[in-house]
């Protein structure tokens, strides 16, 4: 495995091997990689000739207060893990690589970043459609994959790569979690032992939420009624939201009629806990299609 720095010689490693007719799959990072991470690089290194993972964590999806100096950050393990995953290159560069003196352009979908995770974070998917954006032009992909433990990003970055005719397929992975439920996040380092005992109620309260309908219940609401009033009953979490959305463009769902999206989102500690549970009741093999996830035309 190599380990690149500049975004040049990114770039020239990149388009050599399109030059060679060979498919490219890229992962994002911000790296302390687990095995949430690890399972979108054994995706990549299985559908592409090639595979490219950047770790960085990224200053602009970042506000005033939140942790980017505190992040996690272990590089050295990181590249060793890549390295025993069949990665072909790493892309690890500084901030003033990527966002160099007189940066001044930015991209965002401010419809779709108001909610969610977007209202307690001003500014955050348009620093994350930024890098994402600089990724997909420094690395050329065919594949870029995305966990979808972060769902609203990801469907951020799908609207992105639809409406800018990007020529890049965005493929969405399962959620990689714990025996007990909890979803892997780099984050996760940040809870005591006893939060961590504690932190699989979030997924069991959006469990029961999602119970609530797949027995047959369509109020978006009650859903996130039970969801908020299991949270509740720990008064060590702090819920900063619960909600239904339609996966389409993330806007607010009554009555669940087409696939919705229930988010939610709890400080436990120092530590922010998100997860999610996508419920479709009509869902593809049942008469309808399945949409297709990619941003370029197939």
């Known amino acids: 495995m190599e380990t690149v720095t500049a975004v040049r010689e990114m770039k020239a490693r990149c388009r050599a091997w399109r030059r060679q007719g060979l498919s490219v799959g890229l992962v994002p990072t911000m790296g302390f990689l687990h095995r949430g991470h690890g399972s979108l690089v054994e995706r990549s290194v299985l559908e592409n000739s090639r595979t490219a993972v950047s770790v960085f964590v990224n200053p602009a999806q970042f506000g005033p207060g939140e942790d980017l100096e505190a992040y996690p950050r272990d590089p050295a393990r990181d590249a060793e893990y890549l390295r025993s995953l069949g990665v072909n290159i790493l892309f690890l560069p500084e901030p003033s690589e990527m966002y160099p003196p007189g940066f001044a352009t930015f991209v965002e979908a401010p419809s779709l970043g108001l909610r969610l995770c977007g209202a307690s974070r001003p500014g955050h ?5 930024t890098v994402v954006m600089k990724l997909f032009h420094i690395a050329v992909p065919d594949r870029a994959y995305f ?17 800018l005719d990007l020529d890049v397929s965005l493929v969405p992975c399962p ?7 909890l979803a892997l ?13 504690a932190a ?27 969801l908020r009033g ?6 060590r979490f702090s819920l900063d939201y619960a909600e239904a959305v339609r996966t389409e463009d993330l806007s607010p769902v009554g009555t669940v009629g087409g696939e919705t999206l229930i988010a939610a989102a709890a400080r436990l500690g ?29």
């Open 200 to 226: 699989p109620l979030l997924r069991r309260a959006l469990l029961e939420a999602e119970g609530y309908l797949a027995a047959g219940g369509r109020d978006a609401g009650e859903a996130c009624s039970l």
């Open 185 to 197: 996040s780099s984050r996760n380092s940040y809870l005591t032992p006893e939060e961590r005992a």
């Open 270 to 298: 120092r530590a922010r806990l998100i997860d999610n549970v996508i419920f479709d009741p009509d869902p593809p093999g049942r008469g309808r299609p399945r949409r297709g996830e990619g941003g370029a035309p197939r």
């Open 125 to 129: 998917f348009r620093g994350v459609c």
């Open 230 to 235: 299991i949270l509740a009953s720990d008064p």
């Open 147 to 163: 966990g979808l433990k972060d769902a609203q990003q990801f469907f951020i970055l799908r609207r992105m790569a639809r409406d």
């Open 175 to 181: 959620t990689v979690r714990e025996v007990d439920g």
